[in-house]
């Protein structure tokens, strides 16, 4: 089946918005995952979007996980500024991640509402579960990274399925590299969001993973839009944002349950 056909497949299945969305991630991915099974989820995911199914009870699971400055309701007591708003959806990525719960995957600008300066958060049923693997490996990824933990990042790396136990010490290297790139500045105290940046790294990623005759987990689409919405509303922001800071919020609230 060629790349064109696999992906008309997956946009057949797809809730409509998500037709602006796919075309984000990297060609590449179709070459790498299971695509029956990955338009099937796409199918489930339509049919939770369309009739907003199991999004009150997964509100009320994640509430309390929320940054202060984000709520569900009118109650929002912070006001705050472009960057702090950025910074929040930040810590919101992070800890829907963290959580292990299921993951609201629409973080567009459309659906927040900031009224000044205070966020209220209208989740939709764009919603999934990552298998427990991919997820803790996301976890293991993001907290060897932000704490500069090479061991912990490789293993992450292994568990989400891009580098695996057979691969050169060479071979991990080059992907350890590639993601390093994605991420841009090691420090991460001042990065400005821009989508070309994140279709480039993710494409590179992907390109390689190809040449290299592996497979990817289908969960990649799921991370990929959830991705995706999270970059359109930071570029949209257009701030630089401490996103070492964001992860630390996130990782100690977890730390301190």
């Given at each position: 089946m060629q790349n064109s056909e696999k992906k008309s497949k997956i946009l057949e299945a797809a809730p409509a918005f998500l037709k602006d969305i796919l075309p984000y991630i990297s060609p590449r991915v179709f070459d790498l995952m299971d695509i029956p099974i990955v338009a099937l989820n796409m199918g489930k995911l339509s049919y939770q979007y369309v009739f907003s199914k199991g999004v009150k009870s997964?509100?009320?699971?994640?509430?309390?996980?929320?940054?202060?400055?984000?709520c569900f309701?009118?109650?929002?007591?912070?006001?705050?500024?472009?960057?702090?708003?950025?910074?929040?959806?930040?810590?919101?990525?992070?800890?829907?991640?963290?959580?292990?719960?299921?993951?609201?995957?629409d973080l567009r600008p459309s659906r927040f509402q900031v009224e000044r300066g205070k966020i209220k958060w209208v989740p939709n049923g764009l919603y999934c579960h990552f298998k427990n693997d991919f997820q803790q490996g996301l976890i293991d990824l993001y907290t060897g990274f932000y704490h500069d933990d090479d061991v912990l990042y490789e293993k992450g790396l292994?568990?989400?399925?891009?580098?695996?136990?057979?691969?050169?010490?060479?071979?991990?290297?080059?992907i350890k590299s590639i993601f390093k790139e994605h991420f841009g500045d090691h420090d991460q105290t001042s990065v400005k969001f821009e989508m070309k940046h994140f279709v480039d790294s993710f494409h590179q990623i992907f390109d390689h993973i190809f040449t290299e005759k592996k497979k990817l987990s289908d969960d990649f689409v799921y991370l990929g839009i959830y991705l995706v919405t999270l970059y359109?509303?930071?570029?949209?922001?257009n701030r630089p944002l401490d996103v070492r800071a964001s992860f630390e919020r996130a990782f100690q609230k977890f730390n301190a349950m």
């Open positions: 997964l509100s009320k699971r994640l509430e309390p996980l929320l940054p202060k400055t984000i309701d009118e109650n929002a007591k912070e006001v705050i500024t472009k960057e702090e708003q950025g910074e929040a959806i930040l810590e919101l990525y992070f800890s829907q991640i963290l959580s292990k719960e299921q993951v609201f995957l292994q568990a989400i399925g891009l580098i695996q136990e057979t691969d050169s010490k060479d071979q991990r290297d080059q359109l509303h930071l570029e949209k922001i």
